[in-house]
């Protein structure tokens, strides 16, 4: 059923219009414009849900201009707003619904967002890369289970550009005993771009298509490295195909429940100071706060610092929602803004858990000469 923004109604008009989210939108910091501003899009949304009851009547259409558009797609999904929201209103949810009817009317006008549409509709992976690709080759003697405990969902960007990363989530499995598999060309997007830029057109299929192949496996837990993979399997797909078979984890949630049961022993010292980047799909969407922190605490010798902006008041990292293809100076903008807070703490590297927002940052941060930056995989592979 296709979406119909005076739905909205009732959401916008509890908008109290306070602001208490501009000043927290990593976007209005950027832009400066009110109506790039949470506050600014709610206002602008009330009007077109306003609509008179001869509007209605007539089917006279919304008139709405590229300037709105533009706006509505100048967010990051990053969901601060939605933590100070004095109205208490689900702000993203209300982004998603415009997003969606403006994908619906085709009047959508990023021309980056449309063609990472299309690639994960064609390749099922937004770099229009070839599905086989996904059969990632696995270190010697670690073999994929017929039977397993576990699938790793490996997620496009571990898959094609991050590939080392499956691999070392493949030698903690074998480690420490837990029998695995990864489902090869089976997987698909996980569609969490679609989610955010409304075009959801195809999302079923995808989310159906991905359970099955999940549930094919007889596994009874899904594995994920990357924050935006898990945020969606986790909380997007039951929406869409009813209760999952499977449990879903976060690798970071994995790694702890590993070294609570003494099963992955973390050895190997390490003599530095870090910092902790939440990714805002782990740590604001889902709550997963404390798992990233506990295993790193868990290495022998090294210093956990805090950023000013933590936890769930952490700042995003520019990356989130495809920005860095639609709006690339916002992008590299806040990944800068992000490198220097991590860099005031004196901590030696930025480790975070999210493929997407660890490649932003660091092609930022080597262009720049900024601190260095780990996936907690690559912080846990050195620390056994
Ligand atoms: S989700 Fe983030 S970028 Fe988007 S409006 Fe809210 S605070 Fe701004
Ligand atoms: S904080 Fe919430 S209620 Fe206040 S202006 Fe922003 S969206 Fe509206």
Redo the contacts with the bound molecule.
Sequence with gaps: MKMKIESLSDEVLSCLQCGF?RS?????EQVGWESA??RG?MYNIKQLTQRSFLDSILRKKIDINEDFIKEMY?????????EVCHGGLN??DV?RKVKTWIFEQGLMNVQEYRQMHDAIKAYKNPYSEPPEKRDIALPKNITRSKNPEVVIFQGCTDSYLKQGLVQTAAKICEKVGVSFTTLGKDEWCCGSMCFTTGQTDYIKEFAAHNVNAIRGTGAQKVVAPCALCYDTLKKEYPNIVGDLPFEVYHIAQFLEEMIKDGRLELTTPIRKTVTFHDP?HLGRHEGVIDPPRNVIKNIQDITLVEMDRNKKLSR?CGGGSGCNAGFSDIAQALAKDRLNEAHKTGADILITTCPIGRMHLNQVAQNNGYIKTMDILELVERAV
């Design positions: 989210c927290i939108c990593p976007i209005y501003s949470p899009k100048l967010c990051l999904g990053c969901g601060a707003c939605e702000i993203q982004w805002c995003c």
